[in-house]
């Protein structure tokens, strides 16, 4: 009977520090907060500060209007550099197309593919601060736009060669009639 009284005082007691787990939920990890004497703190202080002064930055640069032949100049001058430079790839998908200005501050550009597209918007981290010194608007973004192409139809048979140029020049009939000429 004592025997009993016992394992059952132990069962009682492991079921209740069971429960105690289940209702104590685990606290999350945290962090050890950082002491305001130690250097991390030092750093903590200097990274917040860095932050906020680039936010500040950005907000008081200047945004000075310029027109599009300014535009184009500096455009031209950014791309002459690249062939300077050897990056002759770049800067023919950068001259293939003409600029366009849209609103104040946004310039659009067309490129002939996606492939043109990816590598303009690799170049996009020089081109853009370059263009925003030189203009001095900090407000200056770009647009690209791919060019959609219609698929040019290929002629093969001397038929169909003389269907496309009848479709091109309609008197090019007549003169075949005129003439009773054969293709």
């Given at each position: 009977m004592i025997n009993n009284e016992s394992d059952?005082?132990?069962?009682?007691?492991?079921t209740s520090i069971q429960i105690s787990k289940i209702n104590k939920p685990e606290k999350p990890n945290i962090q050890n907060p950082i002491s305001s004497f130690s250097l991390s703190s030092i750093a903590l202080k200097k990274a917040a500060k860095n932050v906020t002064k680039i936010?500040?930055?950005?907000?008081?640069?200047?945004k000075d209007d310029f027109d599009f032949n300014l535009l184009e100049k500096?455009?031209?001058?950014?791309?002459?550099?690249?062939?300077?430079?050897?990056?002759?790839n770049i800067a023919s998908i950068l001259d293939m197309n003409k600029?366009?200005?849209?609103?104040s501050n946004k310039i659009l550009y067309s490129v002939p593919s996606e492939?043109?597209?990816?590598e303009v918007n690799l170049e996009m981290k020089n081109l853009l601060p370059f263009l925003r010194e030189r203009l001095n608007n900090h407000?200056?973004?770009?647009?690209?736009?791919?060019l959609k192409r219609d698929k040019e139809e290929s002629v093969y048979s001397p038929t169909?060669?003389?269907?496309?140029?009848?479709?091109?020049?309609?008197?090019?009939?007549e003169l075949k009639s005129k003439f009773d000429l054969n293709f």
């Open positions: 059952q005082k132990k069962t009682n007691l492991k936010r500040e930055d950005e907000t008081h640069k200047p500096t455009w031209k001058e950014y791309t002459l550099g690249l062939k300077k430079e050897g990056k002759k600029i366009s200005l849209k609103d492939m043109h597209k990816v407000d200056i973004t770009v647009e690209l736009i791919v169909e060669k003389y269907q496309y140029l009848k479709k091109i020049n309609p008197l090019l009939d």
